[in-house]
């Protein structure tokens, strides 16, 4: 929307950062937005960004819509992330902005993020820190250079005259707040911004802009709080869960008995017992509503009995996966390499004079959400869409639910709010309820909000997909590693078709395959980054295959698997890490002098040399002297991993005790050092590693999907159980500032992936034994302790 | 119909009586503190106070609060007011010693599970002032129908907290 009589004002420009400025006059007395920006066409490929010209939707190539300076100095950003518990976007994020328009940390009044109508670039809740540039980032020192070059006008002096400090900028003996600068005027800053609103990337704001050097920082580095702490904490927070409208039904799903099972007639509710009850049914989608959540609950349950479901099994049962996944087609994939994959390694095996071969396996895991994933939907007879839930990529969820409808996404709001953290379930666009409340309230004309039981939760998600992987090293006379092999079996990991879009028969994305792009692909990338460059013959291959079960099924629903905290890599990083702890052992030498001698990044050194420090790690090699595998007497043990993820350098020792009688590990201490370059926020960062380390433990020690052949078995905290308070080991984190590095690297993966390497090398360690698959859970410990 | 005094209003309730709890405060008071984490007792976050014990309202039909007191995470600052006999000006402006440490501590990750961890730790810290690593641990892990469980991982940052929380409430009795 072009506005007349505007005349570009040639600031810095299209030729030097890629964004323009134009001016006008505007009176307008006491609004809040004064400083807006506009388009500059040619500066924009306007191709790249789809969605652009959407209903509903902000123009991502204005600065103003990530960044507002109203004239009571007060700031407003503007995030199209949803964080759900990093609170990185309303910590780290505030601080970014902060420092680039040389603003104080307290001016960030107001962060907007995750609605669809209200935020400018989409994108999962994932790589928040963008490896040092996320796009508020650089919207910030777009909007700095704009600031400075009013600052040169109305001060009257030269722009490199004019600086900036605490949002207030001078030059020439005169000074002027932000606020004052931008009152009166409307200014338009073109941005440039390139990529796919609704995709899982969303947009990324490209150009130069200047951008504050990391010697000037004053507000990046210092412990600020996360004001959404305290709204949870005092109830003020306004939840998912917490959203109702006018005339809204309570709904609950009838999910199918198997993962492959069809719709033969569904159950009516008993009138006399719930009056107001009512069926929905979509081809095999079953969903039960109420105006009162009790009457649902009750009726869903008394549908649920009365419902039936052909029969299916088509699943290999849990005890059978990987045996299942051995004979599976690995054929039709593409095979992935690494880029660093080099020399001969066949012959380099040969010539070895010690070899390790083994083979690793990791079970399928939940996400499992602490609050079962729910969505109101209220779609109106117009053919308007909103959604109120929380999602970690509400404009994938957009497009997904516009795919359903055969509508525009110019129809669909959605709107994000607090929610149970689902760790990457929803980065793709849905975690589970959102269609199925978009298809019963479309049918009802009424806002529907659908609410998953526990059960639902853990039987209809998708899930972490398991993996296999066999490893070969060969060692010199030396005890040096001169050759390193490994083939990555995984089945496709992400797969975002809403899944009540597929009981009831309509549109989705394709099904992962091996002619699907990106992540909508079977290939199985080498996600893990090699980190021991002193070792010449490398050879790493992934092998990719489709879901478990999910072709033999009738619904096209297996075992449908999604991105899970530091996903993929995780399921590559416990093979390599497990496995060097075993060369280390191989060779006698200690497990952290023999990453260092292998290594050569000096950050990977640096955080393995921080936490033998910090874990007082004793230098000898694996087995312990003391080490033994019969007893009831508890024996201790301890291993060590690496991990480079997200711009971040990982090292993590986990102390244990396991109990040979009865195979029950203790996780006693966990180190871990961490790496980002520039921290950002130590509090924040901390606790986020905490957090992580925790559910690291949980996942090493307990948590598989448990399925039989027709569907998941885990249907609760009983049968799906994850860790308790009383058996979290002392946690210690060190964090390593690097300013030098330049850039700031992810927090919230990573740590959860640390422990299980660490883990089985400490349970070698102690008992001498090698456990090669997870969880380690006793029953298995102690078998393999008995072997 | 069933009576029940939450946060110290008496309420008359109109929802079927084997209504749970949870149900009741959520959609007929409008208290969204206690979340709906499982259905089944078994996460804890859907606890409140009843007669000054933690219970999962998730599983407690209303009629069984039927003329007792119920204490939901928005009703702690007054209960704290009220137990210390704070002036309504002051009262105000308290939070409960349990918030005040949950957010001096930054506490919670999503925050989903905090409410029934909060409302432990009042029950804890009103028994015990000054519990030891273990009473924490086995007042959140044994105490109750189920472990408190935090998905998170939050369990560090909420003892913390449990502790901080204690030292608060000595300095301010």
């Given at each position: 929307m072009a506005i007349p009589n505007e005349k570009p004002v040639d600031i810095f420009g299209a030729s030097l950062f890629s964004a323009k400025l134009t001016r006008r006059q505007l009176v307008k007395t006491g609004g809040a937005l004064l400083v807006g920006f506009e388009i500059a066409g040619a500066a924009v490929p306007k191709k790249a960004v789809k969605g652009k010209s959407s209903k509903n939707s902000l123009d991502p190539t204005l600065s103003s819509s990530w960044i507002e300076i109203h004239p009571?100095?007060?700031?407003?950003?503007?995030?199209?992330?949803?964080?759900?518990?990093?609170?990185?976007?309303?910590?780290?994020?505030?601080?970014?902005?902060?420092?680039?328009?040389?603003?104080?940390f307290e001016d960030i009044t107001t962060v907007v993020m995750g609605d669809t109508d209200r935020t400018p670039d989409g994108s999962g809740a994932f790589d928040f820190l963008g490896r040092g540039t996320p796009n508020v980032r650089k919207a910030a020192a777009y909007t700095y250079q704009a600031l400075l070059e009013l600052a040169s006008q109305k001060l009257g002096v030269?722009?490199?005259?004019?600086?900036?400090?605490?949002?207030?900028?001078?030059?020439?003996?005169?000074?002027?707040?932000?606020?004052?600068?931008?009152?009166?005027?409307?200014?338009?800053?073109?941005?440039?911004?390139m990529g796919d609103l609704t995709s899982i990337i969303g947009l990324t704001v490209t150009g130069e802009p200047p951008m504050k050097p990391v010697s000037q920082y004053t507000i990046i580095g210092k412990p600020y709080k996360n004001s959404v702490i305290t709204s949870k904490v005092t109830a003020r927070e306004q939840w998912a869960t917490d959203v109702r409208l006018p005339n809204m039904l309570h709904a609950r799903m009838v999910h199918p008995k198997t993962l492959g099972s069809k719709l033969i007639s569904a159950g009516e509710p008993d009138k006399s017992k719930f009056p107001n009850a009512q069926v929905v049914v979509k081809g095999n989608l079953v969903g039960v509503v109420a105006p009162t959540e009790w009457e649902a609950i009750r009726a869903a349950q008394q549908v649920a009995a009365a419902t039936k479901w052909t029969d299916w099994k088509g699943l290999p049962g849990?005890?059978?996966?990987?045996?299942?996944?051995?004979?599976?087609?690995?054929?039709?994939?593409?095979?992935?390499?690494?880029?660093?994959?080099?020399?001969?390694?066949?012959?380099?095996m040969t010539g070895a004079v010690k070899k390790l071969s083994a083979s690793y396996e990791f079970s399928f895991m939940k996400h499992a959400p602490i609050g079962p994933t729910m969505a109101l939907a209220d779609v109106q007879a117009d053919g308007s869409v909103h959604i109120y839930t929380h999602n970690q990529n509400p404009q994938a969820l957009?497009?997904?639910?516009?795919?359903?409808?055969?509508?525009?996404?110019?129809n669909i709001v959605v709107r994000t709010f607090a929610g149970?953290?689902?760790?990457?379930?929803?980065?793709?666009?849905?975690?589970?309820?959102?269609?199925?409340?978009?298809?019963?309230?479309?049918?009802?004309?009424?806002?529907?909000?659908?609410q998953w039981m526990r059960p639902d939760d853990f039987q209809w998600s998708t899930q972490s997909p398991a993996a296999l992987a066999d490893v070969e090293i060969g060692l010199d006379?030396?005890?040096?590693?001169?050759?390193?092999?490994?083939?990555?079996?995984?089945?496709?990991?992400?797969?975002?078709?809403?899944?009540?879009?597929?009981?009831a028969g309509l549109p989705t994305m394709p099904a992962p395959s091996e002619n699907g792009v990106f992540i909508g692909s079977t290939v199985n990338e080498i996600a893990d980054p090699w980190l021991y460059d002193g070792v010449s013959v490398l050879m790493e291959r992934g092998h990719?295959?489709?879901?478990?079960?999910?072709?033999?099924?009738?619904?096209?629903?297996?075992?449908?698997?999604?991105?899970?905290?530091?996903?993929?890599?995780?399921?590559?990083?416990?093979?390599?890490?497990?496995a060097i702890s075993e060369a280390a052992a191989l060779a006698g030498a200690d497990a952290i002098q023999f990453r260092i001698d292998h290594a050569t990044e000096e950050r990977a050194i640096g955080v393995l040399k921080a936490v033998r420090d910090a874990s007082d790690w004793e230098t000898r090699p694996s087995p312990a002297s003391s080490a033994v595998s019969t007893g009831d007497q508890a024996v201790r043990g301890r291993g060590v991993s690496l991990m480079f993820r997200s711009g971040t350098y990982w090292a993590c020792v986990c102390e244990i005790a396991v109990t040979p009688g009865t195979g029950v590990i203790k996780v006693e201490k966990s180190t871990i050092a961490v790496d980002p370059g520039i921290v950002v926020n130590p509090l924040q960062l901390t606790r986020q590693v905490e957090g992580g380390a925790v559910m690291g433990v949980s996942h090493a020690l307990l948590e598989e999907a448990k399925f039989d052949e027709s569907a998941i078995t885990s249907r609760d905290w009983r049968t799906y159980p994850i860790l308790k308070m009383a058996d979290i080991p002392e946690i210690k984190v060190v964090l390593l500032n690097r300013p030098e590095v330049g850039a700031y690297g992810g927090g919230s993966e990573a740590a959860n992936a640390l422990a299980a390497p660490a883990i089985a090398a400490a349970l070698h360690d102690a008992t001498g034994k090698i456990a090669r698959r997870l969880p380690l859970k006793p029953d298995y410990v102690q078998a393999l302790l008995k072997a | 119909m069933v009576t029940i005094i939450v946060n110290g209003v008496q309420r008359e309730i109109q929802s079927a009586a084997d209504t749970p709890l949870l149900y009741v405060l959520r959609n007929d008071l409008g208290l969204s503190s206690p979340q709906f984490g499982c259905g089944l007792a078994q996460c804890g976050s859907c606890s409140v106070l009843l007669e000054g014990k933690e219970i999962r309202s998730c599983i407690t039909p209303v009629s069984a609060a039927a003329g007792k007191a119920v204490v939901t995470l928005e009703g702690l600052p007054a209960r704290w007011a009220q137990q210390k006999g704070l002036s309504k000006t002051d009262a105000e402006k308290t939070l409960h010693p349990v918030q005040q440490a949950w957010i001096e501590e930054q506490t919670p990750l999503c925050g989903f599970c905090q409410n029934g961890m909060m409302i432990k730790a009042t029950e804890l810290l009103e028994h015990s002032a000054t519990p030891s690593l273990e009473e924490i641990k086995a007042a959140f892990t044994t105490s109750g129908p189920s472990p408190h469980l935090c998905r998170c991982g939050s369990y560090k940052a909420i003892i913390e907290a449990v502790q901080r929380a204690g030292t608060i409430m000595a300095e301010r009795s």
């Open positions: 009571d100095n007060t700031i407003l950003i503007r995030t199209g992330k949803s964080d759900f518990g990093q609170g990185t976007t309303f910590t780290a994020y505030r601080q970014i902005v902060a420092e680039e328009l040389n603003a104080r030269p722009k490199d005259q004019v600086s900036a400090k605490d949002g207030v900028v001078s030059g020439g003996g005169k000074s002027s707040s932000y606020g004052e600068l931008v009152k009166g005027q409307q200014l338009k800053l073109t941005i440039p911004v849990d005890a059978n996966l990987f045996q299942h996944l051995r004979q599976a087609d690995w054929k039709t994939t593409r095979v992935a390499k690494s880029d660093k994959s080099r020399g001969d390694a066949p012959s380099a957009r497009g997904e639910i516009a795919q359903m409808l055969g509508a525009s996404i110019d149970p953290g689902h760790y990457g379930r929803s980065n793709g666009g849905n975690a589970g309820a959102e269609d199925e409340a978009v298809i019963l309230s479309k049918a009802l004309g009424k806002p529907v909000r659908v006379a030396n005890g040096k590693m001169v050759a390193y092999q490994v083939d990555h079996y995984m089945p496709a990991g992400q797969d975002d078709r809403p899944v009540g879009a597929l009981l990719g295959t489709f879901q478990v079960g999910q072709k033999a099924s009738p619904l096209a629903i297996g075992l449908r698997d999604h991105s899970m905290r530091t996903p993929g890599q995780f399921q590559q990083n416990y093979p390599r890490e497990l | -």
